[in-house]
């Protein structure tokens, strides 16, 4: 079992920055990649940032320049910088692990944080 725990969601204007944090426990081990997704109203659930364990990282088109996702394994923490907010950036957040065991693939939520751009 793996617990994602995110924070850091929050009202902020546009051209803003927020960072938010994704901390990872329970049974972490063989987690190979963690990521941000998002959700607005009306929209599919969309791939925003990923990292592997490798630390390589993918990011959507709509964010790249704008959104660093790093981590931190001492404390197996992801996070997600970013910068010059857009009201469309606006939706519930995601966090997301993907961990193998055996020949068997497990992913993992947490419940989401609110990010609302907006004047």
């Known amino acids: 079992q793996v617990q994602l725990a995110e924070s850091g969601g929050g009202l902020v204007q546009p051209g803003g920055s927020l960072r938010l944090s994704c901390a990872a426990s329970?049974?972490?081990?063989?987690?190979?990649?963690m990521g941000w997704y998002r959700q607005a109203p009306g929209k599919q659930r969309e791939l925003v940032a990923a990292?592997?364990?490798?630390?390589?990282?993918n990011y959507a088109d709509s964010v790249k320049g704008r959104f660093t996702i790093s981590r931190d394994n001492a404390k197996n923490t992801v996070y997600l910088q970013m910068n010059s907010l857009k009201p469309e950036d606006t939706a519930v957040y995601y966090c997301?692990?993907?961990?193998?065991?055996?020949?068997?693939?497990?992913?993992?939520w947490g419940q989401g944080t609110q990010v609302t751009v907006s004047s």
């Open positions: 997301n692990a993907a961990k193998v065991v055996s020949t068997y693939e497990y992913d993992y």
């Open positions: 329970g049974s972490i081990f063989s987690i190979y990649a």
């Open positions: 990292i592997t364990s490798g630390g390589s990282t």
